[in-house]
Nanobody, 121 residues
Framework: QVQLVESGGGLVQPGGSLRLSCAASGSIFTINVMGWYRQAPGKQRELVATITTGGSTNYADSVKGRFTISRDNAKRTVYLEMNNPKPGDTAVYYC???????????????WGQGTQVTVSS
């Protein structure tokens, strides 16, 4: 079994900052990619940012220059530093990992339960 547990969501004012964390646990052999997706009401889930084991990052154009993704491989944890958030960033944020379980022969997609982020004054 694999679990991704997010923390750090909540209410933040426009122009403020917020940090999301996500810790992976369970029967994990290796984690390749970790990242964050988000889903706003009435919209499809979309990529926010991803980071590989080696530290290569990929960002959605809408968050470039404002959000920073980082990762602690030893702790199997990924972070999302949200600076200067805007009301349009309001969504449920989901943690994601592409990983291989112990005894597994292929990689699987794992998701967290999601954490609400609301940007409002």
């Amino acid at each position: 079994q694999v679990q991704l547990v997010e923390s750090g969501g909540g209410l933040v004012q426009p122009g403020g900052s917020l940090r999301l964390s996500c810790a992976a646990s369970g029967s994990i052999f290796t984690i390749n990619v970790m990242g964050w997706y988000r889903q706003a009401p009435g919209k499809q889930r979309e990529l926010v940012a991803t980071i590989t084991t080696g530290g290569s990052t990929n960002y959605a154009d809408s968050v470039k220059g404002r959000f920073t993704i980082s990762r602690d491989n030893a702790k199997r944890t990924v972070y999302l530093e949200m600076n200067n958030p805007k009301p349009g960033d309001t969504a449920v944020y989901y943690c994601y990992a592409l990983l291989r379980q112990v005894g597994g022969s292929y990689e699987i997609n794992a998701w967290g339960q999601g954490t609400q982020v609301t940007v409002s004054s």
